[in-house]
């Protein structure tokens, strides 16, 4: 008889049992990086990954496997907030070129991206669908192609947190490839701008580098800032002439 009305219970209770799961998963998930993220400092790898020069000489004595460290580096500092990518970047950049370091840059960095973002929409996105309705799958965040749009304007702008955002889209309703894509094309600039410092490090200091990839950055935001503009006062232009075509029509 206990273990019917148990079973009873559970039954009951069945429809609360995935957000209760997705709590403790997320508790789990947040435990496993806060561990990892202390255990990482207590080695002391967390100052060899701040640090170019030592993070350069490292890689370089691990042959092949180095291009597969710095993917793995990068992938990791994306989903672990606290840990740094800049100097991931720089030292690929240093260690292997431009191009080369490049490649492995934006293999890491997206593949945390898409990590932090399925994190976000197996953990979260069902508990926003309960908090919002329908509302957050009838475009109330905006257009697919608006969210597109946002995720590749952040991927231009370095000040901007990479893995705030990620872990944000995912608890918006952005398709996967369309996260993926925008993800992809907007890594491209600022990858190739750290990995190529990264290879002129010997007669750049790196709060140059810093200063000029922020710089980018704010050149890269001003052109999309302008546009936004100007649709936007063509937007109230056209809605002045509506509301004054209308008013003619009524007299």
Known sequence: ??????????????????????????????????????????????????????????????????????????????????????????????????????????????SGAMGAFWIARLLGYELMVRVFGSRLRLGWLGSQNFLMGMVFVSRLIPFLSFDL?????????????RFALATLTGLIPASFLLAHFGGELTSSSLEQVLASVLLLGGLTLVPIIATILVKWHGRRVTDRIDVSGKSTVDR
């Open 165 to 177: 955002v990620s872990y944000g889209a995912g608890l918006t309703p952005i398709t996967t490839w």
């Open 1 to 110: 008889m206990g273990d019917a009305f148990l079973f009873t219970l559970v039954v009951k209770d069945d429809r609360m049992n995935p957000v209760i799961r997705r709590i403790l998963l997320l508790g789990l998930l947040v435990l496993v990086l806060v561990s990892a993220y202390y255990l990482l400092k207590e080695l002391g790898m967390l100052a060899t990954v701040t640090d170019v020069d030592e993070l350069k000489a490292w890689i370089s004595e691990l042959g092949y496997w180095g291009p597969v460290t710095i993917i793995v580096l990068m992938a990791i500092a994306i989903i672990i907030n606290p840990i740094p990518s800049a100097p991931i970047a720089l030292a690929a950049g240093a260690a292997y070129g431009h191009t080369w370091g490049t490649v492995y840059v934006v293999a890491g960095a997206a």
